[in-house]
């Protein structure tokens, strides 16, 4: 049997245009994941906000019209809004730059919030400084909480919405590098546990977006910039592939498409049913009981 394939997946196309008219905000999205995310859901008709940490980033999700453009220019159908804004997990204003601009840009409409962009990087046990915690629990943690929070109180999220957060194999697989972030990535897993019993329905209080999912995805080592092109030595890259690739069904290293297409098909209309779950998108390496 032959090997899978290690190339990247198909080019960007038009798809089914099952999003039209709704409105999503994607965090980091000017960049892997959340990049792969945006040009998805734009594909299929969603408009979209889409945060970066910086100003000086912003530029990287303006270049995603390109891509919108030639998808869209033989099409019947309008092309779907793009806002890059900087929004800074670490900065306590995000959930209100977040939530000015959805009412700014997009009077005030949410279907989709994908919870994607995040706080990584590696410190031992026993050499834990104070802000490398409190950045990670900040990021990853508290700025999400707060973000969902404000758009809750404005009431921006609509009947049968879908919230996202991405998580990590790390979350299951212990590595003692990132205690921090595999103990943050935990905590989102609850808080989704936590948004699913809340929103769904039940609660007379949130009745506004009743019917509204809220779902994980964990994602497995994955060709991004933050791992392959970030300064990481190649031998620790290559301890990396070692340990997740030969365990998974699938065995190669993720795409950020691959991820991106399991979000994609949270938020769809078919995802009713499931929520309150944590998904897999790395190609079966971690088994999720």
């Not at 409190?134 to 919230?163: C, G, M, T, Y």
């Not at 970030?230 to 950020?256: A, D, L, M, S, Y």
Request: net charge neutral; with cysteine.
């Amino acid at each position: 049997m032959a090997a899978p394939t290690t190339a990247p997946p198909a080019p960007l196309r038009l798809r089914e245009l099952d999003l039209a008219d709704k409105v999503a905000v994607v965090t980091g999205g000017s960049r892997g994941i959340g990049r792969a995310i945006v040009l998805n859901l734009q594909s299929r008709g969603c408009c979209v906000l889409a945060t970066c940490s910086s100003t000086e980033s912003v530029h990287l999700i303006d270049t995603l019209t390109h891509s919108i453009d030639d998808i869209y220019k033989n099409s019947t159908h309008a092309k779907p809004k793009l806002v890059g804004i900087a929004a800074n997990l670490l900065d306590d204003q995000t959930p209100a730059i977040i939530a000015n601009a959805l009412q700014r840009h997009f009077i005030g409409h949410l279907d989709i919030f994908i919870n994607n962009a995040c706080f990584a990087s590696a410190m031992g046990i026993g050499k834990l400084t104070d802000d490398h915690i409190s950045d990670n629990l900040k990021a990853n943690v508290v700025i999400p909480i707060k973000i969902v929070e404000e758009l809750v109180k404005r009431q921006l999220f609509r009947p049968n919405s879908r919230i996202v957060s991405l998580s990590s194999v790390r979350a299951r697989k212990g590595w003692s590098q990132q205690i921090m972030y595999m103990a943050t990535k935990s905590a989102l897993e609850a808080c989704c546990r936590s948004w699913a019993d809340a929103f769904g329905g039940k609660n007379q209080e949130f009745a506004f977006m009743a019917g509204t999912t809220a779902n994980t995805v964990m994602v497995g080592l994955t060709r991004t910039d933050a791992v392959y092109n970030n300064g990481i030595p190649e031998n620790v890259i290559k301890t990396f592939e070692e340990e997740f690739v030969p365990p998974q069904g699938i065995p190669r290293v993720g795409w950020p498409e691959d991820v991106a297409d399991v979000v994609g098909l949270l938020c769809r209309e078919e995802s009713r049913w499931i929520t309150g779950s944590v998904v897999g998108a790395d190609g079966g390496g971690v088994s999720i009981l």
